[in-house]
């Protein structure tokens, strides 16, 4: 039996997320406040109180996904994981998880990327929409016939449900193709921008310089990353994979399937919400989900 420990991206955010950890927990208690100093504003208040629009925001919402997952990981009484993987976001909690990264370095890298992808998405209106019912192969070569704007591929989440990223032109004119084509449904999403698409490219080069001045340690365990969909334990290749990401489609269903590959049988998701255990449960259907 091996265990692999996944980790939810933007979007698992819900108001009060973490209240019951702070209050039950005293190292992750500790965490927490270590957190609000390092990001020089109370995160915890917002995640504990704040409205969902103030949550929402990225700046808000990706520390906020990240240091709920990650204290989880970090105070659970039997977390000893044979492999680890994380949606997006996600991975920096998954690097965490396998002592790549130190808490505090996760935290900073994270805050920058947000703030950097803050940055790209108010430079070219831009946006996604989920795709649903459709094969991946035909989702991509309806991208392929879009004359207007940008759209690719952003996150393959599991079979019969993908994510498409661009500008709102591309996204529009992608959206009507698709439903012309069968999809059953697709549908455009609130959120801030074009993420896991060329148009964040800005961001890509400002999470690169933050990445490259971080120390990464060996891994006590593999990381399945979005980019190359497969066990990684080199730094140097994790680094460069974790860069990659920012304007690359994330593999989801194809690292959940190299992990069933490679033994794993149980996967526990970390962090708030049950999105990932819903999406593994579509790509392997005898796979053991659970949450810790």
């Not at 860069?243 to 959940?256: E, H, N």
């Not at 794993?264 to 259907?285: N, R, S, W, Y």
Request: aromatic content about 6%; some cysteine.
């Amino acid at each position: 039996m091996s265990k692999a420990y996944v980790f939810p991206g933007q979007g698992a955010q819900f108001v009060g997320m973490g209240k019951d950890l702070y209050e039950s927990n005293e190292m992750a208690k500790s965490l927490f406040e270590k957190a609000n100093e390092i990001l020089g504003f109370r995160i915890t208040d917002i995640m504990f109180s704040g409205t969902d629009e103030d949550l929402r925001a990225t700046k808000v919402t990706q520390p906020a996904v990240f240091l709920h997952s990650v204290i989880k990981a970090l105070t659970a009484t039997d977390f000893e994981p044979d492999m680890v993987a994380g949606h997006s976001l996600g991975e920096f909690s998954a690097l965490v998880a396998n002592k790549t990264l130190s808490f505090e370095d996760g935290l900073r890298l994270v805050y920058a990327r947000a703030m950097a992808m803050q940055k790209a998405c108010e430079i070219e209106p831009s946006t996604m929409a989920a795709v649903l019912g459709l094969e991946d192969s035909k989702v991509e070569e309806v991208l392929s016939q879009v004359t207007a704007g940008v759209v690719v591929a952003a996150n393959y989440n599991c079979p019969g449900q993908l994510v498409i990223s661009g500008s709102i032109e591309g996204i529009n004119q992608a959206c009507e193709l698709l439903k012309a084509a069968g999809a059953k449904r697709a549908l455009v999403l609130q959120v801030g921008g074009a993420f896991h698409s060329p148009l964040m490219e800005p961001a890509r080069v400002e999470l690169e310089a933050a990445i490259n001045a971080t120390h990464f340690s060996e891994p006590i365990c593999p990381v399945y990353q979005n980019y190359v969909a497969k066990a990684v334990s080199n730094v140097t290749e994790i680094k460069q994979n974790l860069i990659s990401q920012l304007t690359a489609p994330v593999k989801w269903t194809q690292s959940v399937q190299a992990m069933v590959t490679d033994g794993a049988t149980d996967f526990i998701e970390c962090g708030p919400g049950a999105v990932l255990q819903g999406l593994v449960k579509k790509i392997h259907k005898e796979a053991n989900v659970a949450a810790v």
